[in-house]
């Protein structure tokens, strides 16, 4: 098998795995289905993981394995390019395919129906992040949005379908956006591929600098609609919050990533590259910033985690457009590049944690307001943990996002502001940090013991086994112990596939030196202090008003066009 | 005859967004679409007519007739 | 010249039903129009470097660009499936609130919850 | 009491069109010349490299099939999703205002005790589809067939093909359906469509031309697999659609 077909499996395998899924359908439910499903899961889901190690010595020190789909010709064909990157995003979206898939045996929701778009779902992410050619991405992008929207009413929640219309008109309307985009490079440059865009933008005179902008500014906002930052959240906080708890965890964890880096992948060939970053990291470090106070105020236990999406998903953006800013070639760059990546997979990995955790307290206990659950652990003890391994699990989901060590969020978040020093984004991200140790103070309080002890609720999918919840987070709170411990070890292998063999690995000593270490203590110590702040009476007056801002639909578009117009303004100055 | 048909296309769009009635919005619409593979034609896309023709004028109506028939026919006037 | 002008016309109109409309099955009208313009302006460009329809029936001839051709295909599919499912989710919408007005919508979906 | 309120929202999207428009008018409006060079080397090369006399079939089936397999994902989640909140809007226990208002809205329903009460419909509907339905699809097996000479295609093809089911299965509501109608086996259809196609893109793998590669580039008929090709998605279009539609006319009563 050629290198170019091994990396192309990982889109098939998982498109084969649902194709088997689907076909579960025909046959009568019960075993012979369920054989039929698993095997297909099985085929998409671990089948790629094996082609991944085996791709992994090709792409090290930078390597790319590059060509066009089906070997056409170059000027027509698709080209991809499966490099570090593609690898590292590869491996964050199966792992946490893999534990949102077991979770979903328990928690739901189940079917063939599902597990099929949940496959697709995985093959459009690493279509996504390989594909080199303009309007490949937009029909993959359009892939992972029509799974999402297929993906988030099943919870069958009231808000759900409404949270579902309101991500759908929104992104569909970016996507068409994109499509023009797309549209006008192709016309000023005949080509379609990045690299064809590179040479053609080259070449162009002055006169048509103000279209190519125009353009660049459709394709970059229509994907930060996806991505979430700063003034195009709006759609977020209620499709995360109403999913079903695995989807949440997919969506969070991955979803929203996979477009940023896809982006990267273009924008760090075109010199108007470092400007856009410069603009998205300030927007994603103030919103790290927003999206915690707006956290901090949630009433609904899973919004106060989609909020808190929003704010991690800033300190990722802002971290890799300075990335873009300096250049992924010299060591600062790498340095932010590795954050950012790092950041991303560790937040996949607590966040997926966190959400399918704080699903199981909120399934058992039939509760979702943290101001009136308590005493979930008896909860738990009742629905038969002897150990309350999802307390345990939420513990480390939340020990990491408040940047704990040795956890893993300790190591990526201080690899992001290490990088970061000196700059502005330094001083928001930490202020950001304090929001997350408050705003995870007050969701733990849904364990402490209560007067009222919360009531046992019958879980609505009483028929399915409670296990699979438990295995998936036993998995995912492993991995994030794990991320953390060894993080001598991951970082060195990061830069190395992220890097071209030439710029020297950043050193990683002093992640745990006293200086960060003073420095987290500080942070715990003032979140304390903010979460105290917070309950008092004028805080509490405060959040109250921040949580009930009037959120209109229009104002999503709104805020779409006013991210547009500042970005297309800030590229022609 | 480009522009006769765009212009017929920019007329319906605004028929359809701005009657009350929403089944003869759909009516437009279909008709915005039979307009645009009209326009495919002329302007040497067949391929695309014939899929505009298909999908855009058949199967969206027929979806969007379902869509009603479950639904209500008239926009509600409150404010 | 004029052709292009009404295309951003009818992108504006479209985009102003997506934005402002009440009605949320006139904001998929809206969605369907800017989808419709984009398509329009691809095919209609892409004719303009040739009077022949690209199929080689023989002879060579100064064809229209067929990759705009190509790629419109999948763009009017993906619009037309995008369709189905928000119209799905609106009559979804309509069932349990009762109306297409979005902010009524919102307010009982927000009392039920 | 809420007119500064309706002002305010008024303005802010007057505002955001202008700017909105402010960022698109440079690309609606330009004139910048058309790009040629894909065209002449489509001209020059594509019939010989694809097989295809149809330049647009040769790069939706050749070139780019990769972005027509996203397509016709796109499609099945459609299918799958609409199918899915389908089903839990006919659940609803509890309608909305009643939908009563609107009768000529309610056209065609295929349930019997819907029928009953339907006036409207005479048999002229029923004689008229039943004997159309199999011309209508023979011309959508002709247009999927000859997608590589002329214009057309497996998806339109399979579009009329599913239109051709549709007027059978309005044809004859009665009894012995043909077995084309029956959702269980339509839905069969378009799952073992979707696995033949992505097995049949996997198939140029074996044969060392890579995923969508063409497995017959060297056998001196390349064509063969754009007719493949285009059957498959004929299929499976074809039978996802008519699938919807029926199970839209008929109500969520399929198992």
């Not at chain 3, 799905?88 to 009524?104: P, Q």
């Not at chain 4, 067939?145 to 399979?158: E, I």
Request: proline share 4%.
């Amino acid at each position: 098998m050629r290198p170019e077909d091994l990396v192309f499996a990982t889109v098939m395998l998982p498109l084969l795995g649902a194709a088997f899924a689907l076909c579960a359908n025909m046959f009568p439910k019960g075993k012979g289905a369920d054989t039929v499903e698993f095997i297909g899961a099985g085929i998409g889901l671990l089948l790629p993981l094996i082609v991944l190690a085996n791709v992994f010595p090709l792409v090290t020190g930078g390597n790319a394995i590059e060509g066009v789909i089906g070997s056409w010709h170059e000027g027509i064909g698709i080209t991809f390019s499966f490099d570090g990157l593609a690898l590292l995003i590869n491996i964050l979206g199966y792992t946490v395919g893999i534990a949102a898939w077991i979770y979903s045996l328990g928690g739901g929701p189940r079917g063939p129906a599902f597990t099929g778009i949940f496959l697709i779902q995985c093959a459009a992410l690493s279509a996504t992040i390989m594909t080199n050619d303009l309007f490949n991405l937009f029909v993959c992008l359009e892939i992972m949005g029509m799974t999402s929207y297929v993906l988030i009413p099943t919870s069958r929640k009231a808000g759900a379908s409404l949270a579902s219309f309101s991500y759908l008109m929104v992104s569909a309307s970016a996507m068409v956006f994109f499509l023009l985009g797309t549209y006008g490079l192709y016309r000023l440059t005949g080509s379609l591929s990045f690299q064809g865009i590179e040479a053609g933008l080259a070449l162009l005179g002055s006169t048509q600098r103000i279209l190519s902008l125009a353009c660049l500014t459709l394709l970059v906002s229509a994907v930060a609609i996806r991505v979430a930052i700063m003034p195009l959240y709006g759609w977020l906080p209620d499709a995360h919050a109403l999913s079903p708890h695995a989807v949440s965890a997919v969506l969070s964890g991955v979803l929203i990533k996979t477009p940023l880096f896809a982006l990267a992948r273009i924008l760090h060939l075109l010199p108007e590259g470092t400007k856009i970053g410069e603009l998205m990291s300030i927007a994603g470090a103030l919103t790290a910033v927003v999206a915690v106070v707006i956290a901090l105020s949630q009433r609904d236990a899973k919004r106060l985690l989609a909020y808190h999406s929003i704010s991690q998903i800033g300190y990722i953006v802002a971290a890799w457009g300075m990335a873009l800013r300096w250049g992924i070639d010299t060591p600062e760059g790498l340095a932010c590049m590795v954050g950012a990546f790092l950041h991303a997979f560790y937040h996949a990995l607590f966040k997926g944690l966190l959400f399918l955790s704080v699903g199981t307290t909120v399934d058992v206990t039939g509760e979702r307001n943290v101001y009136l659950l308590r005493s979930s652990i008896a909860s738990l003890k009742g629905r038969g943990e002897r150990i309350p391994i999802t307390f345990i699990a939420f513990v480390t989901g939340a020990l990491a996002i408040s940047a704990i060590p040795p956890l893993n969020g300790y190591v990526s978040k201080d690899l992001i502001t290490y990088s970061l020093k000196g700059t502005v984004h330094y001083v928001l991200l930490s202020i950001a940090s304090v929001g997350t140790v408050a705003s995870f103070i007050k969701l733990s309080r849904i364990y402490w013991r209560g007067t009222k002890v919360a009531a046992q609720a019958s879980l609505s999918t009483e028929t399915t086994p409670y296990w699979p919840r438990l295995v998936a987070e036993v998995l995912l709170s492993l991995l994030c112990i794990a991320g953390g411990v060894a993080s001598h070890l991951i970082i060195p292998v990061v830069s190395d596939l992220l890097a071209p063999a030439n710029v020297i690995a950043i050193a990683n000593a002093n992640l745990f030196s006293t200086d960060s270490l003073v420095k987290t203590a500080w942070t715990v110590a003032s979140g304390t202090l903010l979460f105290f702040a917070a309950t008092s009476r004028p805080g509490s007056v405060v959040l109250r008003i921040v949580r009930e801002r009037p959120r209109d639909f229009h104002g999503l578009f709104i805020s779409f066009a006013l991210g547009t117009a500042v970005l297309a303004g800030y590229l022609l100055i | 005859m480009t522009i006769l048909l765009l212009t017929l296309i920019i007329l319906l769009a605004v028929f359809a967004l701005f009657s009350s009635d929403l089944l003869h919005g759909v009516v437009a619409m279909s008709a915005i679409s039979l307009s645009c593979a009209i326009l495919f034609y002329i302007l040497e896309a067949p391929d695309v007519a014939i899929t505009e023709a298909a999908v855009g004028a058949g199967v969206s109506t027929v979806i969007f007739v379902w869509a009603l028939r479950h639904s209500q026919r008239k926009e509600d006037r409150h404010e | 010249m004029i052709e292009r002008i009404l295309l951003l016309v009818l992108f504006m109109i479209g985009f102003w039903a997506i934005m402002a409309h009440r009605n949320i099955i006139k904001k998929i009208f809206g969605l369907n129009i800017i989808n419709a313009s984009v398509v329009i302006l691809f095919i209609l460009e892409g004719s303009r470097i040739g009077n022949e329809v690209p199929i080689m029936y023989g002879g060579i001839g100064p064809t229209a660009d067929p990759i705009p051709q190509a790629l419109m295909l999948t763009a009017i599919v993906i619009g037309v499936c995008v369709t189905a499912l928000s119209l799905a989710l609106a009559v979804h919408l309509y069932r349990t609130s009762g109306s297409f007005d979005i902010d009524v919508i919102k307010r009982r979906i927000q009392d039920e919850a | 009491m809420n007119d500064g309120k309706t002002a305010w929202r008024n303005i802010r999207i007057f505002a955001s069109l202008v700017l909105i428009g402010a960022v698109m008018a440079p690309i609606f409006l330009s004139d910048a010349s058309w790009p040629v060079t894909a065209r002449d080397y489509l001209m020059a090369q594509g019939q010989a490299e694809s097989g295809a006399v149809n330049l647009v079939s040769a790069i939706y089936l050749g070139y780019r099939a990769f972005d027509t397999l996203g397509e016709t994902i796109v499609l099945l989640i459609a299918v799958t999703g609409t199918l899915s909140l389908l089903a839990r809007v006919e659940s609803l226990v509890s309608p909305g205002p009643e939908d009563t208002s609107s009768p000529n809205a309610k056209g065609f329903s295929l349930s019997l005790e819907k029928r009953v009460s339907h006036a409207l419909r005479t048999n002229l509907l029923e004689e008229v589809t039943g004997k159309v339905g199999p011309i209508v699809l023979l011309f959508g097996f002709y247009v999927m067939l000859y997608g590589h000479l002329s214009p057309g295609g497996g998806f339109q093809g399979g579009v009329i093909i599913a239109s051709g089911i549709v007027f059978l299965a309005l044809g004859n509501p009665y009894e012995d359906k043909s077995v084309l109608v029956r959702p269980a086996i339509l839905g069969g259809m378009e799952n073992i469509a979707f696995l033949l196609f992505i097995l049949s893109a996997m198939s140029g793998v074996f044969l060392e031309e890579g995923f969508f590669g063409n497995p017959l580039a060297v056998s001196g008929t390349p064509e063969g697999f754009i007719i493949l090709m285009n059957c498959i998605i004929g299929m499976k279009v074809g039978s996802s659609l008519a699938f919807m539609c029926i199970v839209m006319m008929g109500g969520a009563n399929h198992d």
